[in-house]
């Protein structure tokens, strides 16, 4: 089935509340023009002083979509869309020119990460809502920040350049299944920060535990709440410190301090 290009915009409330995350792809290819115009359009999203301190790769050639397969556990998305886009905090670009310009830049500190991986990360999302509003099904790759030294070294990403997310974008091959979201109440918060008490808690989370998947999560990993599946199996602290060192070693190194 060929997909022709409609400049009508959905409307953006049965957007907003039909999105659905998109692992599977049809084998048609997405036009490189369009995404170079969507990533055009999403360039415009809100930055830190204005200093776009981001860099995007596209792997549109299946050897290059290979190769980055096992750095996102094989997950099958991957090989199977069009294109994996790897968005970067890039400090590089923007250090580059203050040298070029005679200025001294003092970019090698942790507030200015900060400000790459706010300005990243709106311009991901900028991608990601552009994209399907235009027909697109896009998949978040949360594993970038797992094997970040062996994604810089796939992609030669220079010092001060650090992967952050990856978004893997094709044409839908069928129907996917609505993510569960907790109800509102759950995150707002009026004026200042109300805690939550234990009766919030379980009520806030009732409808995702109940859910037939939560149920089977809790069944195949034999455990006892799906709280336990999260803090023990899909996310254990073990992991979580063994990626940490990982990532905090490779920001250090491209992070580096002049003398």
Not at 70 to 84: D, E, K, L, R
Request: proline share 5%; aromatic share 10%.
């Amino acid at each position: 089935m060929t997909h022709h290009q409609d400049n009508t915009m959905p409307d953006i409330d049965s957007y907003s509340l039909s999105r659905r995350t998109v692992r599977r792809y049809s084998p048609e290819e997405v036009p490189a023009e369009l995404i170079y115009r969507l990533l055009e359009e999403a360039s415009h999203a809100p930055t830190t002083g204005n200093m776009q301190l981001y860099s995007v790769i596209v792997t549109r050639d299946d050897e290059g979509k290979k190769a980055l397969a096992p750095m996102h556990f094989n997950q099958p998305q991957v090989t199977g869309c069009s294109a994996v886009l790897t968005f970067c905090v890039d400090l590089n670009r923007f250090v580059r020119w203050c040298e070029v310009n005679d200025a001294v830049p003092g970019f090698d500190n942790l507030q200015s990460l900060m400000y790459g991986i706010l300005d990243t990360a709106l311009f991901a999302q900028q991608f990601n809502t552009l994209a399907e509003m235009h027909g697109l099904g896009c998949c978040y790759l949360g594993t970038t920040t797992f094997t970040a030294p062996d994604i810089a070294k796939a992609l030669n990403l220079p010092e001060r350049v650090i992967p952050l997310t990856t978004i893997t974008i094709g044409y839908p091959d069928g129907e996917s299944a609505a993510s569960d979201r907790l109800p509102i109440d759950a995150i707002i918060h009026e004026g200042s920060y109300s805690q939550y008490s234990d009766l919030d808690i379980r009520r806030i989370y009732a409808e995702k535990e109940a859910l037939e998947e939560s149920r089977r999560f809790i069944e195949e990993n034999a455990k006892q709440t799906l709280a336990q599946v999260y803090a023990d199996v899909r996310y254990p602290r073990s992991n979580n410190e063994t990626f940490s060192a990982i990532l905090a070693e490779f920001i250090k190194d491209f992070l580096p301090r002049k003398q």
